[in-house]
């Protein structure tokens, strides 16, 4: 299995053949992941520094976890508090990470371009857990192998990303992703949170749902990423649900085995109904959570494997 990759930043420097390796070892461990010995150890020696510049549940606990089950020595460095805080750089700060020897750095940070700045200046594997408007490659990753699993292919399907697509990192990685896997991709959401720019990427730009969603395979729904808008980008949550909220009436215009996704965390009643959001035979959005800690470990393993490399 070839991954010639030192870091993994984005989705845009992996070629399709990259991104299948990924998913493929990452099946193995979905398998693991439900075995009661849930341990593989093939980081046994090596040491994981989790730096979360920026507030996170899911993605940390996921990395976490991912480590632990693979048998590194996982830190979690409290970023909140650190010297960052106190005026320190980001040049500083990899500066005595080198002296520390790790060898997995995973950084997510608000300020897009940040982890490639650290991890031109680190000696380690670095891993992008998601900067500022830019990417979060495993996002697009685990949300790959949820509907490759779903839907048998990963290839020529209709994909809706519905939502604040002009605040999101994940709508930027899965673009670049799904782009690369021959996907037919819809964007829609409100002319202030749909850029006209995104059509670029090669997908379809739709201001109404009941147009974008019609035969579609998956509806990716997006949170409003409130912390990121400096304006009013809607009228009022509730006239964007009755508008762009995702519930029956509007699922029932995509295909009838069509799937329903969630970065997470989830609006109930903004983004999505919640009956539709928990409904077992339509949504994978706890899928998406399991397919996480799975292609986390993937793709640590294959990093770990150049470092050994290399050494």
């Keep these: 299995m070839s991954f010639a990759h030192r870091h993994l930043l984005g989705i845009e420097h992996l070629s399709p053949s990259d991104i299948t390796a990924i998913l493929d070892l990452a099946e193995t461990y979905v398998e693991l992941n439900r075995q ?10 090596l040491t ?12 940390q606990a996921s990395f976490e976890l991912a480590g632990k089950r693979l048998g590194a020595d996982v830190m979690n460095m409290a970023m909140q508090a650190s010297s960052i805080k106190k005026g320190e750089t980001l040049i500083d700060t990899a500066m005595t990470l080198n002296a520390m020897h790790p060898d997995l750095l995973v950084v997510r940070h608000p300020h897009s371009g940040a982890v490639d700045l650290l991890a031109q200046k680190v000696n380690c594997a670095v891993l992008n857990a998601g900067d500022g408007r830019h990417e979060h490659p495993t996002q697009a ?3 790959a192998l949820t509907i490759r699993r779903a839907k048998g292919r990963l290839h020529r399907l209709n994909v809706a990303i519905c939502g604040d697509i002009a605040h999101s990192r994940v709508a ?6 799904l782009g690369k896997m021959e996907n037919r991709i819809r964007l829609i959401g409100p002319p202030t949170l749909v850029p006209a720019h995104f059509a ?3 997908a379809e730009v739709h ?10 395979d998956v509806v990716m729904m997006l949170r409003l990423q409130k912390e990121r808008m400096d304006g009013g980008f809607i009228p009022s949550e509730r006239e964007y649900y009755h508008r762009y909220g995702l519930d029956s009436e509007k699922l029932a ?5 069509a799937i329903v996704m969630h970065p997470g965390p989830m609006n109930r009643g903004v983004e999505i109904d919640g009956t539709l959001a928990d ?3 339509r949504s994978v959005i706890q899928d998406q959570v399991e397919m996480g800690v799975a292609v986390r470990m993937a793709a640590m393993e294959l990093l770990a494997r150049n470092l050994r490399g290399a050494a």
């Design 36 to 45: 009661p010995a849930k341990r593989a150890d093939v980081l046994a020696g």
């Design 48 to 59: 994981q520094i989790n730096m979360f510049f920026e507030a996170s549940t899911r993605t």
């Design 141 to 143: 990753l685990l949300d």
């Design 172 to 177: 930027r990685s899965n673009l670049i992703l």
């Design 200 to 202: 670029e990427f090669g």
């Design 207 to 216: 201001d109404d749902m009941h147009e974008g969603l019609k035969d579609v």
């Design 253 to 257: 215009l995509a295909k009838p085995d």
């Design 279 to 281: 409904d077992i035979n």
